[in-house]
Every structure is written in structure tokens, then in C-alpha cells.
């Protein structure tokens, strides 16, 4: 099972949004509606930031939204904040098992 | 509030066997409703699942993985365990315990710190 395809950084000024695509196959991505994405900001561990595509767990603000589209999830950050610069990865169910995203660096200008 | 940590060697030799353990405060390992996963993340790169173990014993393993793979639980000690044999120095990673809910096909809803481990002679 190969990683899901997500492009190497995006970045944003404070305010505006950036938009990350994570691609896969109908294996995974265009299979299943479980797509999750995870933040992870240096020297952490990934914090789940969305789950089912386009669910929000407690807590997490309403800045970040999921959407899927074929075999291609995205995330979306709406009124970037200098605290979302860090690192997203997408994770799909993959049948039995699971397979993450090469994982994004997003930088807020 | 539930808390996971690992912990074990840091450091391995090449074809020797890793090993690491997470221990659960704050929460039951025991019952149905959770399972206990293993991710790892080399310096630098990606996240990459391993595999996970049910309180019952029942196991998923990545089949990159799953030939030097075994996972274990002790409930009665809030713990479980990965070993992975025959390393090499792709085995270099951070290594994070994880839990997901039943049924939520992956959500990884609470991990651990990460523990380093390195594979030099």
C-alpha cells in the first residue's frame, strides 16, 4: 500500500485560506468515506483535526473543513493563524489496515 | 484524562529485536471499545502505521511490516508492546502509541509523546 499523495508545503498569509489535496486510489481515498487529517507542529505528536472527511472533533475550530471528491480528500484552512504553520498529513482506511499522506508543510507568510 | 507513553531502548543494533512499550493512565486498556496502535515517523519523513492489538489479542499489521511485526497487551498492567525484528537503520524512527475507538475505522484519537529510536552498531 502506497502513501496517499500530498503536495511537499502550501502557504498562506494571516487571514487567507490554504487548501491541501491528498490523492489516493478507489483502494482508499475513493473507497471509503474515513478520511482523517492529523496537525502536527515540531518535536509533537499529530493531533486528529478531522475525521469522516469533513467531521471536526471537540475543540477544534471551525477554521478547518474536509471535503473528498473522488479518490482526492482536502482540508482546508479558512483565516490562516500563525499557529496553524505545522505540518498536516491525510490518512485513509485502506481495506483492513490504513495508510497516511506524505504529509504537508504549511506556512503561514 | 487518558495518557499514553512509551517507552524502551533508544538505541538497537542492526538485525537485533526493538522493543517498546506503552503504558495507559488515566483509562482501561480492558473492554471492547478501544484499539491500541503502533505509529512510527523516521526523522525528517512520514508517518507510518504499524499495526494495532485489541484487549482480546486480535492484531492488524501493516503487511509492509508484518513479517517481523508482533504486538502483545497485559491488561493487568495497563501495557502494550511492540517488537520488531531484524532492524535496520530504516528502522530509525519516533515510535508512537495510539489508541482508536471500535468501529472508527482509524480515528486516532489520543497518542503518545513519541520515543526515539535509533538503530546504529
Known amino acids: 500500500q502506497s502513501a496517499l499523495t500530498q503536495p511537499p508545503s502550501a502557504s498562506g498569509s494571516p487571514g487567507q485560506s490554504v487548501t491541501i489535496s491528498c490523492t489516493g486510489t478507489?483502494?482508499?481515498?475513493?473507497?471509503?468515506?474515513?478520511v482523517s487529517w492529523y496537525q502536527q507542529h515540531p518535536g509533537k505528536a499529530p493531533k486528529l483535526i478531522i475525521y469522516e472527511v469533513s467531521k471536526r472533533p471537540s475543540g477544534v475550530p471551525d477554521r478547518f473543513s474536509g471535503s473528498k471528491s473522488g479518490n482526492t480528500a482536502s482540508l482546508t484552512v479558512s483565516g490562516l493563524q500563525a499557529e496553524d504553520e505545522a505540518d498536516y498529513y491525510c490518512?485513509?482506511?485502506?481495506?483492513?489496515?490504513?495508510?497516511f499522506g506524505s504529509g504537508t508543510k504549511v506556512t503561514v507568510l | 484524562q487518558l495518557q499514553l507513553q512509551e517507552s524502551g531502548p533508544g538505541l538497537v543494533k542492526p538485525s537485533e529485536t526493538l522493543s517498546l512499550t506503552c503504558t495507559v493512565s488515566?483509562?482501561?486498556?480492558?473492554?471492547?471499545?478501544?484499539?491500541w496502535d503502533w505509529i512510527r515517523q523516521p526523522p525528517g519523513k512520514g508517518l507510518e502505521w504499524i499495526g494495532n492489538i485489541h484487549y482480546s489479542g486480535s492484531t492488524y499489521y501493516n503487511p509492509s511490516l508484518e513479517s517481523r511485526v508482533t504486538m502483545s497487551v497485559d491488561t493487568s498492567k495497563r501495557q502494550f508492546s511492540l517488537r520488531l525484528s531484524s532492524v535496520t537503520a530504516a528502522d530509525t524512527a519516533v515510535y508512537y502509541c495510539?489508541?482508536?475507538?471500535?468501529?472508527?475505522?482509524?480515528?486516532?484519537?489520543?497518542w503518545g509523546q513519541g520515543t526515539l529510536v535509533s538503530v546504529s552498531s
Open positions: 488515566g483509562g482501561s486498556i480492558s473492554g471492547s471499545a478501544y484499539y
Open positions: 495510539a489508541r482508536h475507538p471500535s468501529g472508527s475505522r482509524y480515528r486516532f484519537e489520543d
Open positions: 490518512n485513509s482506511l485502506a481495506g483492513d489496515i490504513n495508510v
Open positions: 478507489s483502494s482508499d481515498v475513493g473507497g471509503y468515506n474515513y
